[in-house]
Nanobody, 123 residues
């Protein structure tokens, strides 16, 4: 069982930056591919980015390429999502997730989820 806790969300203005963190309780954190998703009110959960267990490969959805960067520090059991040039459309609850199999853009591939952190971007 992997317990994930997100932090770093908040209220910011358009154009600002935020860095989200996701801390894992499991000491085998480095075995998992990690992903970030978000869900806005009335919308389905959306894949944002994912990183392999080693950090060597990443995936991004087109809408955040060039603005968001996923990274991980296995020594700290933490994955990050650096978000730059934030837009009001980025307002959502952001979730991190752990996959024991492979890198994926599909939420069904992820075994463990955090509780989410709210990001609100004002115009």
């Amino acid at each position: 069982q992997v317990h994930l806790v997100e932090s770093g969300g908040g209220l910011v203005q358009a154009g600002d930056s935020l860095r989200l963190s996701c801390a894992a309780s499991e000491r085998t954190f480095s075995r998992y591919a990690m992903g970030w998703f978000r869900q806005a009110p009335g919308k389905e959960r959306e894949f944002l980015a994912a990183v392999t267990w080693s950090g060597g490969s990443t995936l991004y959805t087109d809408s955040v390429k060039g603005r968001f960067t996923i990274s991980r520090d296995n020594a700290k059991n933490t994955v990050y999502l650096q978000m730059n040039s934030l837009k009001p459309g980025d307002t959502a609850v952001y979730y991190c997730a752990a996959a024991s199999t492979r890198l994926s853009t599909y939420s069904d591939a992820y075994d463990y989820w955090g509780q989410g952190t709210q990001v609100t971007v004002s115009s």
